[in-house]
């Protein structure tokens, strides 16, 4: 090359040299040649060489080559229409199902944060326990909502699309209670949901454990927290049949009471999460505890003070009984019915609550209530389902207000009479309307003498129902384990985002090209020189 370069390129450049260059310098000697051309020996010294037409083209052509390169590094980094990914998840509850849609960035299945909730739909009815007695409802009631994500989901994406169903404490009572019942469900809403153009992924119960586990995930998943490393949200779960306390505590490191530990590994953090579910203290099986206790004194009429002052119904010994949480404390000869009135008392109503719980037993260094170990609350906390629709319900979701004021904004509702409640709130369901009373109390117990929140710990708690659109809940942290979204180790991250690689070259590229042209001049211009002598 250099060769034919010495033949038949230096040749039409003789105003550069009559003995060829040495030939490495040959290529740096040609875009001089050719931008400069040969000037007259007359105006040698007098003209810019800049001004030749040669060297105008060349500079025309060298803008252009930096204005494409440009170019290029702009339409490289444009935004692309974006691709997503999607995943179902169906939480089977004990009170109702619902089903969720999420969404992510096609291309950035491992990065953090970037699952987001596209869709939710409430399943019509009661939750799938609710059919043991007629399964194939079971799979019948989750149509609508299946429908509705075909819908969502782009016809494209639906046979890659994972569906998954869990199923809670209502179908952990289910199974404890009849085993066979609760295999006959699972059997129904797999047929049902196997029917569905997505990649479908089996239904299953989870364990407590992982209810409460995977409710710490979404919560700190979505805040961020787990991919900055930062101090994590502990996580307070309020279900209709089971209820869940997960957190971080420097106390903790699973010695004491191991089955309360989970370990996860997350974007190169350890964390030893101290979890724990207690079946039967959900809102729903928290009141049958508390109606059983009170039935036990006069199995006819119950006497209230969870319930406004003039309610008034007749209630069925074998609905209240019709659960493995109460069903071994069913009085002896009890009548069909008895006759649920209220008193609207506040302070024993707490008194009647506090009956559900066992806070003398402990094996341990400190426990919650029921023997359970639970290390001081550390951080914090994230307070979601039947803990936010009744706190919002009652106006109570600033935990800034002090705990002796929220305790007696709780003590003039509950003192309202029964038929000044439904009048003021017409579009609430009577079903939560008569039990806002109770499950106030309830949460107030619960946290304050069941977990130990005081006055001061009580302000960490925030009643949450969304976090950055996406409902707090166990479904969104179990999608992300299933489908490995949350990567063990840190993600390595180049030095550099692509935009600033592609811009950095350019301007590097530029910047070559002048330091070429201005390195060249002086060769140039011995170059002309030594023709000026000869
Ligand atoms: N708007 C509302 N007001 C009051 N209570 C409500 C409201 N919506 C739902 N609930 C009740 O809150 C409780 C918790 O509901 P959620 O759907 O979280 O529980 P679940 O998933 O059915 O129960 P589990 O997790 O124990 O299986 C249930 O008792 C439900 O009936």
Not at 100 to 113: C, V
Request: proline letters at 7%.
């Amino acid at each position: 090359m250099q060769d034919l370069l010495t033949r038949f390129l230096f040749p039409m450049c003789p105003h550069l040299s009559l003995s060829p260059p040495p030939p490495a310098t040959l290529w740096l000697l040609l875009p001089v040649c050719l931008s400069v051309g040969p000037p007259p020996l007359s105006e040698m010294k007098e003209k810019n060489p800049w001004h030749s037409p040669v060297a105008i083209i060349i500079t025309v052509i060298g803008v252009i080559v930096i204005v494409a390169l440009v170019i290029v590094a702009v339409l490289q980094n444009r935004p692309l229409a974006q691709k997503y990914k999607y995943g179902i998840v169906l939480d089977a509850g004990s009170s109702h199902t619902a089903l969720y849609i999420y969404e992510w960035p096609a291309e950035k299945d491992n990065n953090t944060g970037r699952v987001e909730q596209k869709h939710s739909c409430k399943v019509i009815g009661p939750g799938i326990s609710s059919y043991a007695s007629a399964p194939q409802k079971a799979g019948e009631s989750l149509k609508a909502c299946m429908k509705e994500a075909e819908q969502w989901v782009p016809v494209k994406r639906h046979p890659e699309t994972p569906l998954y169903l869990g199923a809670t404490a209502g179908m952990r009572l289910l199974n404890i209670e009849n085993s066979a019942a609760s295999d006959k469900v699972f059997e129904a809403v797999g047929e049902a949901l196997q029917k569905s153009p997505f990649s479908y992924q089996g239904a299953r119960i989870l364990s407590g454990q992982e209810e409460g586990a995977f409710g710490w995930v979404t919560v700190n998943y979505l805040d961020d927290r787990l991919s900055q490393g930062l101090e994590t949200t502990g996580a307070l779960d309020l279900g209709g049949a089971s209820t869940q306390i997960s957190f971080v505590s420097d106390q903790y490191d699973g010695s004491e009471s191991p089955s309360n530990a989970v370990n996860f590994r997350l974007y190169g953090n350890d964390y030893e999460l101290y979890t724990h579910s207690f079946l039967c203290y959900g809102k729903d099986q928290a009141q049958r505890l508390k109606l059983a206790h009170q039935t036990q004194s006069g199995p006819n009429a119950v006497e209230d003070p969870c319930q406004h002052p003039g309610y008034n119904t007749t209630k069925k010994y074998s609905v209240l009984y019709d659960s493995p949480c109460v069903s071994n404390r069913k009085p002896q000869g009890a009548p069909a019915t008895f006759l649920h009135t209220g008193t609207g008392n506040v302070k024993q109503c707490q008194d009647v609550v506090k009956n559900i719980f066992n806070f003398t037993d402990c094996k341990y260094s400190q426990c919650s209530f029921n023997g359970v170990y639970q290390p001081s609350l550390q951080g914090p906390f994230g307070a979601f389902s039947a803990y936010y629709f009744v706190t919002s319900f009652l106006n109570l979701t600033d935990t800034s207000v002090p705990l002796e004021d929220v305790r007696k904004k709780l003590e003039r509702y509950c003192a309202t009479s029964w038929s000044q409640i439904v009048q003021e709130h017409p579009g609430v369901k009577e079903k939560y309307l008569a039990e806002y009373c109770f499950s106030g109390t309830y949460i107030l117990t619960l946290l304050t003498e069941g977990y130990n929140f005081t006055s001061e710990s009580y302000s960490n708690i925030n009643f949450i129902k969304k976090i950055k659109g996406s409902d707090a809940g166990w479904t969104l942290g179990y999608m992300l384990n299933l489908t490995n979204m949350i990567p063990a180790e840190a993600p390595d991250s180049p030095p550099l985002p692509h935009a600033g690689y592609v811009s950095i070259v350019s301007i590097c590229a530029v910047v070559i090209f002048i330091l070429l042209l201005f390195s060249l001049r002086p060769l140039w211009a011995r170059h002309c020189k030594k023709q000026q002598i000869v």
